[in-house]
């Protein structure tokens, strides 16, 4: 679907007694015509904000932030929006040849589930696998209400944020440190139930059966901790048609299996 598709927030009434509730409908273009969709139901002061000016916003931070980035996916289901870009700044070296550089995501709901936010992410240089964290880094929300219109200052905060990244002002050490234990983490039958059991439980057990699948089709000498990470990160981020679940998921595997290893 066209995430980019005309939005409107219009009353709901019933009988013609109006509703404190509104509804948020996008325009889907028919043959001939157009006809308008409902995609959810927001409070009268909430703020509909159009994934073209996310997409904008991303556009701008980028072109502020010292470094280069450049569009990587787009996920959109109809209601929720996940805008994602790469750069090629390094953000350390896991091992030899094998880097990981800084990537960012912006968000947005037509629903009210999910906030216009934001948050930086790591890429896997050699696959482009996306890794995402929630204890490795901080996620920015803006509100959806009119005085919050002008984002203006929050984007700012946003390219200052990225940019002490870049400098060094702000380290991913712990992270870093964590994804190099992971790659001399020898992944026995015992180090993976325990994984699995007490890190990974939130992992569907039919995602959990793929992951493994991908990991154990690499040579036994491969069965490192930081493997069975990247077997993960690649089935989730490539996914074909991902949901807002897939990408909880990979937060959920970077964070659990470097929380393993902490």
Known sequence: MNPYLPIRKVPLDYD???SSAFSVQIQ?????????????????????????EV?????????????????????????????????????????????VALGMQFWNSYDGSK?????MMLYRLICTNGMMSKDH????????????????????QVVTNINNLVSGTYQLDDLIK???????TEVTMDVLGDVRHNHLQEIP???????????????????SGWNLLNAGTDL????????VATYNQNAVIVDGLCQAVA
């Open 115 to 119: 906030a216009f936010g934001f948050a």
């Open 55 to 99: 997409k904008n916003a991303a556009h701008q931070v980028a072109e502020e932030c010292k470094i280069d980035f450049v569009h990587d996916k787009t996920f959109f289901n109809g209601k929720n929006f996940v805008y994602s870009m790469k750069s090629q700044h390094v953000a350390g070296e896991v091992k030899a040849g094998d880097d």
């Open 16 to 18: 013609g007694i109006q």
């Open 236 to 243: 989730l981020w490539h996914k074909e048609n991902p949901t």
């Open 137 to 156: 880094f901080n996620t920015y929300r803006f509100k959806h209400e009119p005085k919050s219109e002008n984002w203006g200052e929050n984007l700012e």
């Open 205 to 223: 057990v039919s995602i959990w059966g793929q992951i493994v699948d991908r990991f154990t089709h690499t040579s036994k000498e491969d069965y």
């Open 178 to 184: 964590n994804l190099r234990k992971l790659s001399t």
């Open 28 to 52: 889907k273009p028919n043959d001939t015509s157009f006809s308008w969709k409902e995609v959810g139901v927001v409070g009268h002061s909430y703020m509909l904000l159009p994934n073209e």
